[in-house]
């Protein structure tokens, strides 16, 4: 389990905690938060799950897999600290972890 | 104007299967497409990803899977109208026109929804300033090449487009690309030809840099990139071109007056109609309680909204139930003995 901090583009902030095994994209659409669409539903084909991860987090979460930074060239707006959030699984070492979502995903 | 018993609206693997079940049954059907091929998520998203979930099949890609429904349905003969978008829906009598932004019209007592997450646009510049420019010097597809002789061309993206057309145009145009990592996802005999041309400062190549605006009196002079630590520079461009994959648009269908829920419809489990008599929605933009978005789901959606299509069709027939391995006329709709 991990408290997990989404912060939308215009500053709203929701603390939510999202069971282990989820990723987090899961915790933000199944507690009906807004900002992250998920369109592929998480199989990593669209880039509509796009979060930033300021830098002491974005170091501590386990690293990209093929294919993702692929995939956020087609987000909007990426930069060095994004990340897909169907990408990062949830875990007890994830409890803090804060993303801020971008202006909008499409 | 094209009369038919039924138009789907979108060739992903959902509408592929409903319209296999409405040839079974009988009914004629045309399929529109915003893509220029047939397939939708399946052969755009993820061609060469296998699937593991579709019954008896073990294990198959999208593109396998699009072919063997097309396959299919070949016997029915049905007409696809690709590159292609419905735009409007408006209501005459029992029936339905059925207007697409090519200009072509149908009339039909039933419309089958099957667009998945909506339809496949290009990703455009976040920049407000490109909006005024777009269509005419900021493009997202090249119709004509030839506009762009002698003229300074900025590409911007990191995928096969970009990489394409920049080797392309180079040999005509000053051409700059402009990507926002070091790593391209081109293929590599691409990425090697780009690193070629750069060093011979045929094409000028950017990396980690971003679009920050577009600036012109008129037409485009100039188009501002910045780095993320801020940096900035100005380049001269004639055309600004953005290559950022296709994004999934809900587009036209919010504006029918269906009831929405997010961005799917709700339907009802009997027949998949939606709360427009003759609307119907299946796979993966339609909801109901237990809806699982697979595509399973949506070949079962896709056969019981057939058989609501039969209802308006034929509404002085009474539908028979009837089994392949054994009903002549299905046989005969086949063509096979």
């Not at chain 2, 220029?36 to 061609?47: H, N, R």
């Not at chain 2, 976040?126 to 010097?137: H, L, R």
């Not at chain 2, 999934?248 to 109609?273: C, H, R, S, Y």
Request: glycine content about 8%.
């Amino acid at each position: 389990m991990a408290k997990i901090k989404y912060i939308e583009h215009n500053g709203k902030e929701h603390i939510v905690e999202v069971q282990n095994g989820l990723t987090v994209m899961e915790g933000a659409v199944q507690n009906d938060i807004p900002g992250i669409d998920a369109d592929c539903g998480g199989s990593m084909s669209c880039a509509t799950c796009h979060v930033y991860v300021k830098e002491d987090w974005y170091n501590k979460l386990p690293k990209k897999e093929m294919g993702e930074d692929d995939m956020l060239d087609q987000a909007y707006e990426p930069n060095s600290k994004s990340r897909l959030s169907c990408q990062i699984m949830v875990s007890d070492d994830l409890d803090g972890l804060t993303v801020h979502m971008p202006e909008k995903q499409v | 104007m094209i009369k038919t018993d039924v138009v789907i609206i979108g060739a992903g693997p959902t509408g592929l299967f409903c319209a296999h079940q409405l040839g079974i049954i009988g009914l004629k059907c045309e399929i529109v497409d915003n893509l220029d091929k047939i397939g939708g998520q399946c052969i755009e998203l993820y061609p060469d990803k296998p699937i593991y979930d579709i019954p008896a099949v073990p294990k198959c890609t999208g593109e396998e899977l699009t072919n063997n429904l097309i396959e299919q349905i070949k016997p029915f003969k049905f007409n696809f109208h690709l590159n292609d978008r419905v735009q409007e829906l408006t209501n005459e009598n029992d029936n339905w026109i059925v207007k697409t932004t090519s200009g072509k019209k149908f009339l039909t007592p039933n419309v089958v929804i099957a667009g998945g997450v909506g339809s496949f646009e290009p990703r455009k510049f976040p920049t407000k300033s490109a909006e005024k420019f777009d269509g005419t010097s900021v493009l997202y597809s090249i119709k004509d090449k030839t506009i762009f002789k002698d003229k300074s061309v900025v590409i911007f993206g990191g995928g096969d487009s970009a990489l394409d057309w920049a080797i392309e145009l180079s040999n005509t145009s000053k051409v700059s690309l402009i990507h926002r990592r070091d790593e391209f996802r081109g293929v590599p005999a691409s990425v090697k030809k780009i690193k070629e041309l750069s060093k011979k400062n045929i094409i000028k190549l950017f990396t980690k840099y971003s679009i920050k605006d577009v600036k012109g009196n008129g037409s485009l002079e100039e188009v501002e990139i910045k780095s993320e630590d801020g940096e900035s520079k100005i380049l001269k461009a004639d055309y600004v071109l953005g290559f950022f994959g296709l994004i999934m648009q809900l587009g036209p269908i919010a504006e029918w007056g269906l009831n929405l829920d997010k961005k799917v419809i709700p339907v009802n489990t009997e027949n998949f109609e939606t709360n427009k008599k003759g609307i119907f929605a299946i796979g993966d933009i339609c909801t109901y309680p237990g809806k699982l978005k697979l595509i399973l789901s949506g070949f079962h959606e896709g056969a019981l909204a057939a058989r609501g299509c039969f209802k308006y069709a034929r509404p002085n027939e009474k539908y028979r139930f009837e089994f392949t391995t054994a009903s002549n006329t299905i046989k005969d709709r086949l063509g096979v003995k």
